[in-house]
């Protein structure tokens, strides 16, 4: 019995640590994503991660390269589409030089 307890135990720790991490994530996506400065600093790195744009480049290093660039920009462009979508539509318009009203 104790060996499951304390199996059940960690097991709940883990968990409990798992969604802390999930919404420290989420928190901090969120608090980049708020102000203009973090949003022009996540477009840029989108932007150079190639998201954008083909990795091809008829070169097979150069683009495994490329990939590699627009691997991360995917990943980060997921946890800015899973955590803060609205935001993203906001640093679209901002990147594109239009006005965004409060």
Do not use: C
């Not at 996540?42 to 097979?60: H, N, P």
């Not at 803060?84 to 679209?92: K, V």
């Amino acid at each position: 019995m104790t060996v499951e307890r304390d199996t059940a135990a960690k097991r709940a720790s883990a968990d409990h640590a798992k969604l802390l991490a999930q919404q420290q994530e989420e928190d901090d996506v969120r608090w980049l994503l708020g102000d203009p400065r973090g949003r022009r600093l996540v477009w840029g790195w989108l932007s150079d991660g190639g998201i954008f744009r083909s990795t091809y480049t008829g070169e097979a290093l150069s683009a495994a390269f490329n990939e590699g660039q627009r691997n991360a920009a995917i990943k980060l462009h997921a946890q800015v589409m899973h955590h803060a979508p609205e935001q993203f539509i906001r640093m679209l318009v901002e990147a594109q030089g239009a006005k965004v009203t409060e």
